[in-house]
């Protein structure tokens, strides 16, 4: 079974910088190396949004509230993907998971990002 497990989050002032990580643990490289993986946000009382998604071969998509300030990449070698947040605003709070473009995988914890002015 999949674990998706987020890391690298936390408080930072607005304007700030975080990268984010997540290792799809216990996944097939074969199979992480294959599928879109993408990081999702879930602000307080709003549902989970798609923000940034990468394809196999690092295609790249980025919702327009974060082009030009996002980076999402991923080393297949060890089934993670990451997200660069710069010039980061207090909107960016919330809670960030990574999954399967097609989300099929069991979500994980996610990890808290709180920017403060």
């Known amino acids: 079974q999949v674990q998706l497990v987020e890391s690298g989050g936390g408080l930072v002032q607005a304007g700030g910088s975080l990268r984010l990580s997540c290792e799809a643990s216990?996944?097939?490289?074969?199979?992480?190396?294959?599928?879109?993986m993408a990081w999702y946000h879930q602000a307080p009382g709003k549902q989970r949004e798609l923000v940034a998604s990468?394809?196999?071969?690092?295609?790249?998509y980025y919702t327009d509230s974060v082009k030009g300030r996002f980076t999402i990449s991923r080393d297949n070698a060890k089934n993670t993907v990451y997200l660069q947040m710069n010039s980061l605003k207090l909107e960016d709070t919330a809670v960030y998971s990574c999954?399967?473009?097609?989300?099929?995988?069991?979500w994980g914890q996610g990890t808290q990002v709180t920017v403060s002015s």
């Open positions: 999954n399967r473009v097609d989300a099929i995988w069991q």
């Open positions: 216990g996944a097939s490289g074969i199979i992480f190396r294959i599928v879109t």
């Open positions: 990468i394809t196999s071969g690092g295609t790249t």
